[in-house]
């Protein structure tokens, strides 16, 4: 397996614009991780899905913000309308629902809205 | 509700000197702590869980149940050890893991 993949890697658009940010979880995991890093705050989860259905989205900023999980090998964060202040690296994670289980990273995209 | 507290943003040491990463957490039931290690320009990586009660690149960390922190240690800090650290907390039985904010290790040569 090739891991978590997301797409695309870098991303750069003008204020006001959708984006779309993709992740494709490691086949056979059924918990799927969005998470936003910034110098500021560190990581933060934005949500959580188990076995496509979201679990906690607590953690989105506004409803500017949305995923979904059309399947168990898809899914995707989308932002609109984008703002400078969404300029991240949003990074995607799976993992087995279990006690103890490891939770492997995509390599991120990097949005900047500029 | 679980959170995780790293109080130190940046640390900074130099080879050979011994360095410790701190992470306290509150968890009203039993927590799985783990550390995540991401160097420069790379994805996320597990480094080490409590659980498996290992030591990893010579690293190792200790929950304390009493004391609620689960601080990474390592004896002899190497320049290849500089990278960002995340200490990690999952409850009920797994799933959802919370992370601190992060802590930018640099070892000096």
């Known amino acids: 397996d090739a891991g978590v993949i997301q797409s695309p890697r870098h991303e750069v658009t003008e204020m006001g614009q959708e984006v779309t940010l993709r992740c494709k979880p490691i086949?056979?995991?059924?918990?799927l991780f969005w998470y936003r890093q910034t110098m500021m705050r560190g990581l933060e989860l934005l949500i959580y899905?188990?076995?496509?259905?979201?679990?906690?989205d607590s953690g989105m900023p506004e409803d500017r913000f949305s995923a979904k999980m059309p399947n168990a090998s898809f899914s995707t964060l989308k932002i609109q309308p984008s703002e400078p202040r969404d300029s991240a690296v949003y990074f995607c994670a799976s993992s087995f629902l279990g006690a103890n289980t490891e939770a492997f990273f995509g390599q991120g995209t990097r949005l900047t809205v500029v | 509700a679980q959170r995780v507290t790293q109080p130190e943003k940046l640390l900074s040491v130099f080879k050979g000197a011994p360095v410790e990463l701190k992470c306290n957490y509150s968890?009203?039931?039993?927590?799985?702590l783990f550390w995540y290690v991401q160097y420069s320009r790379q994805r996320l990586q597990l480094l080490l869980r409590?659980?498996s009660r290992e030591s990893i690149k010579g690293f190792t960390a200790d929950l304390n149940k009493g004391e609620t922190s689960f601080h990474l240690k390592k004896p002899f800090a190497q320049e290849e050890d500089s990278a960002m650290y995340y200490c990690?907390?999952?409850?009920?039985?797994?799933?959802?893991?919370?992370f601190g904010e992060g802590t930018q290790l640099t070892v000096n040569p």
């Open positions: 409590h659980i």
């Open positions: 086949s056979g995991h059924n918990s």
């Open positions: 968890y009203s039931g039993s927590p799985e």
């Open positions: 990690a907390l999952s409850g009920n039985g797994g799933s959802r893991l919370t």
């Open positions: 899905f188990n076995n496509n259905v979201p679990i906690d």
